[in-house]
């Protein structure tokens, strides 16, 4: 089925309308539907479980880094969307794109770049070894569990290079699984948009459980480049993504001891894109995705050995003036130990990472790395205690030693206070050495300094942080005259203020973000970094609807050619609703106020503006079995 502009319009209007109709119908008749029970009851739990952070579970009032948990009833909202969309709309981020789904895109969090960022994909590292990015607006949010976001450099002394800036962990489904249970789900949107997908998770009493995912996504796209002043032969067309999406997770408890388990996450895709003013019909062929399995065993109460292999991919053929192809692997191994100490929990590590590239544009090349490291983490009403120290052997850039030690102090039950300290590194991405792109193979790692002093009040109805940071990064690589080059020095320093709130049935709270990332040499902001940015939602829930209104605001900032970009302003709503017991309706309204905005500008004669989408809809329905 494929819409015209005008019934594409009406159907949008009908959606819209009868969604609302069905949310209004949902909350006058909530008090008498009992037909859900109270354990089906969307919940929103303000202190919940992270590993991320210490690689030992761990709650998150008792985290001293700034944590960010994106849970299922979170990536609900986001049906038919990307993890890139998820991610921009969380507190510290910013994006740029370069239009619609699937296109070229970065993330930039607390003033990092998203290639000093680490990606886990179910602990295995997944990123472009050329890029040193992960391309998340190629992963679609339907295939995934949760997502745990890790704020600073804590996490380099943890995982080591490319965290300098923070994880990103995004876990797979099949992790937890209680009953067994299938779905299929079915959705269309702007754009011709359409979705169609369906799951399987099944569980049994010996203590294995399997769970399969797959879905197919495609869209037509709008139209993302708009003409510069002076040339105005562009490409005038809609920009379309198309990808096919598996998982699996499989675990299997052998006994109280030992449990084994295996997971992958894989995604083909098609991207258009506009490649400048010679050829209309440009895309690129893509494959992503990790695997990974493991043994665990758990050989006293709170002490455990686990032995992990994983595997990621990143490939990309590209067709247009100038055509490649990249194909990059990562191969780890990793053997981490916790165990239970009279006071605390003691954490250690080895691993192994190869990272290879094939490329039409240079030869073959990999590295390796060789990493050791030991951790303590102290979890108590009194005092929180975090402190990390792991030793690199990299084979292009010799041996590096980063730490952090951090602390938190309860001064009642509900506030606490602290402060940490990291050091982190990152070794150059394969592009940035090689001349071919402006590479120099005699660039040396990035290093940082990165403090932080945080408050946080947490009780039932909700919890609120107070985070200060500063960052200073030495030897920062950066493009000059198409070159990476060693710059001097870039500072960040800035404050991060989330609140949420849960009272009775409603839901509210936001973000604010101040931050100031300058190049130290002359004192100019770093490109694609607002110094203010915001987010304030409010949301409803009841046994059988779950409905949110935000408002996301990005401040000004500049282009990496020094143009400055507007600020803008999207208001966004969501919703979920029980049709009965197994049927769901989910619909998602982006920039009602048809905005318009761009994310990436450039003048000048070859300059171009990549418009961001207008108004936009998407809705779906799941039908489940139990």
Known sequence: ????????????????????????????????????????????????????????????????????????????????????????????????????????????????????????????????????????????????????????????????????????????????????????????????????????????????????????????????????????????????????????????????????????????????????????????????????????????????????????????????????????????????????????????????????????????DNRDVKSAFLGYVLASNQFDVQANLRFDDNSQYGNQTTYNLGGAYHINPNLRIGTSYAKGFRAPTFNEIYPGYGGDPDLKPETSDNYEIFAEYNDTLQSTRLTGYHNEVDDLIAYLNGTATNINAAKTKGISLTSDWVVNDYLFGGSYDYQQAKDSDDGKFLAFRPEHSGLIYTGYRLSNLDIRAEVEYVGKRYSSSYDELDNYTLLNISGNYHINPNLILSSRLNNITNKDYTTNENYGQYGARYNQDGTNFFTSLTYNWF
């Open 1 to 364: 089925m494929v819409l015209s502009p005008s019934s594409s319009t009406t159907y949008l209007r009908l959606c819209i309308l009868s969604a609302l109709g069905a949310f209004a119908m949902s909350a006058t008749a909530a008090t008498d539907d009992t037909s859900i029970s109270d354990s089906e009851l969307p919940q929103v739990e303000l202190d919940k479980i992270v590993v991320t952070a210490t690689r030992t579970p761990t709650k998150t009032s008792n985290v001293i880094a700034q944590t960010r948990v994106i849970d299922q009833e979170d990536l609900k909202r986001f049906q038919g969307q990307t993890i890139m969309e998820v991610l921009r709309r969380q507190p510290g981020f910013s994006i740029k794109q370069d239009g619609g789904v699937g296109t070229s895109s970065n993330f930039y969090m607390r003033g990092y770049s998203s290639n000093q960022i680490l990606v886990l994909i179910d602990g295995i590292r997944y990123s472009s070894a050329s890029l040193g990015n992960a391309n998340l607006n190629l992963l679609p949010a339907d295939q995934i569990d949760r997502i745990e976001i890790l704020y600073g450099a804590s996490g380099s002394s943890i995982y080591g290079a490319d965290a300098m800036g923070g994880v990103i962990q995004i876990f797979t489904k099949g992790a937890n699984i209680e009953k067994s249970n299938f779905s299929v789900t079915a959705g269309v949107g702007s754009h011709d948009h359409y979705t169609y997908g369906a799951s399987a998770q099944l569980a049994n009493e010996h203590g294995t459980a399997l769970s399969l995912s797959a879905s197919h996504n495609e869209t037509n796209g709008f139209n993302a480049l708009s003409p510069n002043p002076v040339n105005s032969n562009y490409n005038a067309d809609d920009d379309g993504f198309e990808s096919n999406n598996f998982s699996i997770a499989l675990n299997k408890r052998i006994n109280e001891q030992w449990l084994a388990g295996a997971s992958a996450l894989y995604s083909k895709s098609t991207t258009e894109f506009d490649a400048g003013t010679v050829l209309k019909d440009a895309y690129a062929d893509q494959e992503n995705g990790s695997a990974q399995a493991f043994v665990d065993w758990r050989y006293l109460p709170g002490s455990s050995v686990k032995l992990q292999y994983g595997h990621s991919i990143d490939k990309s053929d590209t067709y247009d003036n100038f055509p490649s192809t990249f194909d990059t692997k990562q191969d780890q191994v990793s053997l981490l130990g916790q165990h239970k100490l009279t006071v605390g929990q003691g954490i250690y590590g080895l691993e192994y990472l190869n990272q290879s590239l094939d490329s039409t544009s240079y030869e073959i």
